[in-house]
Nanobody
Framework: QVQLVESGGGLVHAGGSLRLSCAAS????????MGWFRQAPGKEREFVGA????????YYADSVKGRFTISRDNAKNTVSLQMNSLKPEDTAVYYC????????????????????WGKGTLVTVSS
C-alpha cells in the first residue's frame, strides 16, 4: 500500500499563491503516476492535474492551466502543486492520489483510475 499525506493548504486572498505538498510512504513511490483532485462542498470531485511516474507527461484541467504547476521529487517521495493567481472558485479540499499501472495518458483525469488517496488539505480563497 501507499500512504499519502497532503499539506500546505490555508486561507489566501484572490490573486495569491499556495504550494501544496503530498508526502508518500509505504510502497515505492516513484513507480506510481500521481494526480491532484479537488472537491468543493456539495460538488463532485474534479480533476486538477496529473504527472506520470517518470515525470515525462503532465496533464492539467482547463480551469487551472497556466496557473497551476504539478511536479514531483521521487528522491524525496513528494509531489507538489504550485497554485498561482488563485480565484475564489479554486476553494476546495485538495487531494493527492496514486495510480499504479505505470502507463500514462488522458485516463489519469478520471478519479476512478486511482488506487490510493490522501485525506485532503483545505484551500480557501477569499474575494
Amino acid at each position: 500500500q501507499v500512504q499519502l499525506v497532503e499539506s500546505g493548504g490555508g486561507l489566501v486572498h484572490a490573486g495569491g499563491s499556495l504550494r501544496l505538498s503530498c508526502a508518500a510512504s509505504g510502497r515505492t513511490f516513484n513507480t506510481y503516476n500521481m494526480g491532484w483532485f479537488r472537491q468543493a462542498p456539495g460538488k463532485e470531485r474534479e480533476f486538477v492535474g496529473a504527472i506520470t511516474w517518470s515525470g515525462g507527461n503532465i496533464y492539467y484541467a482547463d480551469s487551472v492551466k497556466g496557473r497551476f504547476t504539478i511536479s514531483r521529487d521521487n528522491a524525496k517521495n513528494t509531489v507538489s502543486l504550485q497554485m498561482n493567481s488563485l480565484k475564489p472558485e479554486d476553494t476546495a479540499v485538495y487531494y493527492c492520489a496514486a495510480e499504479g499501472s505505470r502507463f500514462g495518458g488522458r485516463y489519469l483525469i478520471e478519479a476512478d483510475e486511482y488506487d490510493y488517496w490522501g485525506k485532503g488539505t483545505l484551500v480557501t480563497v477569499s474575494s
